[in-house]
């Protein structure tokens, strides 16, 4: 199995959250980076993403050093999150995936199940708007509810169809695709689809 060790900033090219968030389990360069490795790199991608925001994420890394066993388990609880959502994405897009859409489904359902917060939505510095989750009392909790709405989002509009895997098999990003043809290939072009062209200039240059 490939090394896994924290990795450079995120990239946010999937077009839904939750795809974004399943992207964090990524690969540079042949080798896996996860972006989730620890609990406050947790916090950087959540503060990123725009679901919290910087006031928010400074009393999380505050409470990880206070409460560091409750940062733990929010961590595992991201991860596991995390690797469900990865299922929905590479085995829930056709009929195959029946039993993969009722597991998840049920797991995101027991998630949205003991969520207590209030939700708001929030001016962005850019002049738009995001939707956000405030948990009440456990300053861990619902920290991934965001990201599971995003996937009920998904769900709801039937967008599962529209859902993607980077054509380059070293790369296991994820996106939707919101082309009009339906025909976008690779999760980004200035990496993969770059990669992709120079392998066919070399392999035309070849006498």
Known sequence: MPTRVPGPAPVF???????????????????????????????????????????????????AVEQPSGAAAALVEAQRIRALLRQLADQGRDARGALTRAHVVEELNRVLGRSVGTRRVDLTPEGGYARSFVPVGDAFGGLVIPIVESAVDSLVRGELGKLRGCSDRRCPRYFADDTKNGKRRWCEMKTCGNRAKAKRHRQKAVP
């Open 13 to 63: 090219i999937a077009g839904r959250l939750w795809l974004d968030f399943v992207n964090t389990d990524d690969a540079r360069l042949g080798q896996r980076v996860d972006l989730l490795a620890t609990f406050s790199a947790f916090v950087e991608w959540l503060a990123a993403a725009q679901v919290i925001d910087p006031d928010r994420a400074s009393v999380l890394r505050r409470r």
